[in-house]
């Protein structure tokens, strides 16, 4: 088990997106990592925020605090929203979790600790939501706000349009998909 985590690290730092894809599916490393960065920022794993942990690494969109307490109590458990909410305010703090601006539901972090302030795409008739982590952006931002005058910390990014299969879907016929609308209008006129 430890040598084929090592082998997805070692895909991981030579093609990302292999990796990528891979370890999303390898559900007890997300715990074990996360176990491993509490510890060494000095917290436990305790239960609460294991479960809250397994909530995340299963969910398909981003919940709120009142999400992760519903799906919880589906499984017969429970746990206040006061104290999911500190826990996912610890794991954002972790860069174990993100808390999404727009919404503030939050996700798991899924490139873990890569370089670069990790922001996101979310599609905006589906709801897909692709995490990406980028250096140049980071340090752009970071310049244009100390060319005002301003002391950037931290920055947080969401984009939104449409995905790559919500963009090529057709809505009605006769109709340009949603997204190719100033496309169509380009070609009749």
Do not use: W
Request: with cysteine; net charge positive.
């Amino acid at each position: 088990m430890k040598r084929e985590l090592t082998a997805l690290i070692d895909i991981y730092i030579k093609c990302n997106n292999v990796a990528f894809a891979v370890l999303l599916c390898y559900d007890a490393g997300m715990i074990q990592r996360s176990r491993r960065i509490l510890r060494a920022q000095g917290y436990k794993m305790t239960r609460p925020r294991e479960k809250v942990l397994e909530v995340l690494e299963e969910a398909e969109k981003p919940f709120s605090p009142y999400d992760i307490q519903k799906v919880l109590a589906r499984q017969g458990k429970h746990l206040n929203h006061v104290t999911i909410y500190r826990i996912l305010d610890l794991f954002c703090h972790l860069n174990l979790a993100h808390k999404l601006p727009s919404s503030g539901k939050f996700v798991k972090c899924r490139l873990g600790n890569k370089a670069g302030c990790h922001r996101f795409t979310v599609c905006r008739q589906c709801g897909a939501i692709q995490e990406f982590a980028t250096n140049e952006l980071c340090d752009e931002e970071s310049k244009f706000a100390r060319n005002l005058g301003f002391h950037p910390e931290h920055h947080i990014s969401e984009t939104f349009g449409l995905c790559s299969n919500c963009y090529k879907l057709p809505q009605k016929a006769g109709q340009a998909p949603k997204g190719k609308a100033e496309d169509a209008q380009k070609n009749s006129i």
